[in-house]
């Protein structure tokens, strides 16, 4: 059975940084795509970062320079490293699995996900 646990959301102030984690169980994160996707309220769910099966890391414009993913193969574990968070970025971040998709920013095709966990950036 599959399963991806995210934690290391919270409050936090604009320009400050926190790291979220995806601990993966049932796969293998080096075999996989794992991707973050956040949802704000009354938006829809979208791409944040990933790291990509056979390529490396790959970023949105809105984040990037500020995010950053990477993985611990030992701890079977994707991180993101979230620095200078504005209040926009208030959201709940996702992470998600896939062997090999077809659109990395898109949630379609993304075989698992997490529960999610909680940003809030305070201004």
């Known amino acids: 059975q599959v399963r991806l646990v995210e934690s290391g959301g919270g409050l936090v102030q604009a320009g400050g940084s926190l790291k979220l984690s995806c601990a993966a169980s049932?796969?293998?994160?080096?075999?996989?795509?794992i991707g973050w996707f956040r949802q704000a309220p009354g938006k829809e769910r979208e791409f944040a970062a990933a790291f990509v099966r056979g390529y490396g890391t790959y970023a949105a414009d809105s984040v990037k320079g500020r995010f950053t993913v990477s993985r611990d193969i030992a701890e079977n574990t994707v991180y993101l490293q979230m620095n200078s968070l504005k209040p926009e970025d208030t959201a709940v971040y996702y992470c998600a699995a896939v062997s090999s998709p077809l659109r990395v920013s898109s949630t379609e095709g993304y075989t698992y996900w997490g529960q999610g966990t909680q940003v809030t950036v305070s201004s």
């Open positions: 049932g796969l293998t994160v080096s075999s996989y795509t």
